[in-house]
């Protein structure tokens, strides 16, 4: 597995702002990704993070909403634009492994929790 | 977003109890995967499964890879207090090149009294 750390762990934030919220992992790897949970729901793909290249979205995501940054092989950032209530989530970041990600595997980060007033 | 079928979506049992819940989908996958999630903690991994047919144990907690890659269960025995949580599985299949796409069950919530 590896160590995954985001910060900040949680916010409160009031609509039309923005948050940044970052990811970091312990070894480098090839495939980051970002979920949203939202509140009693499941896990939801928004993105591939890809480094040295723009993310990959899903279906219903938008990089005017959620900008990611990939700038090396340990860290990425997700940026919730322009925030509104719906935007209330837990917001996960995970790595594949094996590092090419070919298993499917996956491990997450702690999750940061968003609230939005 | 598309998301696999999860049964039971909640479970109040007894410790000591045995557990089970299952996964399906329309679609095949290439690997399923069990998680575990706490309150306020990002799903960890229980078990990975690669092949059809694959049955495979983790301490108390066995889960199988359905034969015709559309489903997959898991079991878990004898019961404790800290099993409680949400499990979810998750199917993988291919995404631009060597990359596996990760799609998620709804979930199971498992309660177990003392």
């Known amino acids: 597995s590896a160590v995954i750390s985001q910060k900040p762990s949680r916010d409160i934030c009031q609509r039309g702002t923005s948050l940044t919220i970052q990811c970091q992992v312990d070894?480098?790897?090839?495939?980051m990704f970002w979920y949203r949970q939202q509140p009693g729901q499941s896990l939801t793909l928004i993105a591939t993070a890809n480094q040295g290249s723009e993310a990959t979205y899903e279906s219903g995501f938008v990089i005017d909403k959620f900008p990611i940054s990939r700038p090396n092989l340990t860290f990425s950032t997700l940026t919730v634009s322009n925030m509104s209530p719906e935007d209330s989530s837990i917001y996960l970041c995970s790595v594949a492994r094996p590092a090419g990600g070919g298993n499917g595997e996956q491990y997450f980060g702690p999750g940061t929790r968003l609230t939005v007033t | 977003g598309q998301q696999l079928n999860q049964s039971p979506q909640s479970m109040f049992i007894q410790e000591g109890e045995d557990v089970s819940m299952n996964c399906t989908s329309s679609?095949?996958?290439?690997?399923w995967l069990w998680y575990k999630q706490d309150p306020g903690e990002g799903p960890v991994l229980l078990i990975a499964?690669?092949?059809?047919?694959e049955l495979t144990s983790n301490g108390r907690l066995t889960a199988q890879f359905g034969i015709t890659r559309k489903d997959s269960f898991l079991n878990i025995s004898a019961s404790i207090p800290s099993d409680v949580g949400i499990y979810f599985c998750a199917g993988a299949r291919p995404y631009g090149g060597a990359t596996n796409k990760l799609i998620f069950g709804t979930g199971t919530l498992l309660a177990v009294q003392p």
């Open positions: 679609s095949i996958f290439n690997t």
């Open positions: 070894s480098q790897v090839t495939m």
């Open positions: 499964l690669y092949k059809a047919g």
